[in-house]
């Protein structure tokens, strides 16, 4: 089955770090630009950073700049995002998404083809 599986979410406290990861299943990573997302309860998804198919070419929101990495291992078809130096405006569920292979990068949701079930990320004393 085609699927993206996020995982390494929870509770932390404000200035911790989580790292995330999305396990792609049933297509191979590799080709594909893809990105990790984020939605708070009453706003709209929104992108936090994204990836080029190649891995060569990195974006961030200004709100992350300095505190997120996002990476992507193909060989274990798997993307990452490392978050350092939490703040509670970070809580939300946080989805990784794919594009289609006609983008090279791109960091719209609405132009996204697949998405995972998301993982909830809380950041509070």
């Known amino acids: 089955q085609l699927q993206f599986v996020e995982s390494g979410g929870g509770l932390v406290q404000p200035g911790g770090s989580l790292r995330l990861s999305c396990a792609a299943s049933?297509?191979?990573?590799?080709?594909?630009?893809v990105g990790w997302f984020r939605q708070a309860p009453g706003k709209e998804r929104e992108a936090v950073s994204c990836?080029?198919?190649?891995?060569?070419?990195?974006s961030y929101a200004n709100s992350v700049k300095g505190r997120f990495t996002i990476s992507r291992d193909n060989a274990k078809n798997t993307v990452y995002l490392q978050m350092n130096s939490l703040k509670p405006e970070d809580t939300a569920i946080y989805y990784c998404g794919r594009a289609p292979r006609r983008f090279q990068i791109i960091c719209i949701p609405g132009w996204y083809d697949q998405w995972g079930q998301g993982t909830q990320v809380t950041v509070s004393s």
């Open positions: 990836i080029s198919n190649s891995g060569n070419t990195t």
């Open positions: 049933g297509f191979t990573l590799d080709g594909y630009a």
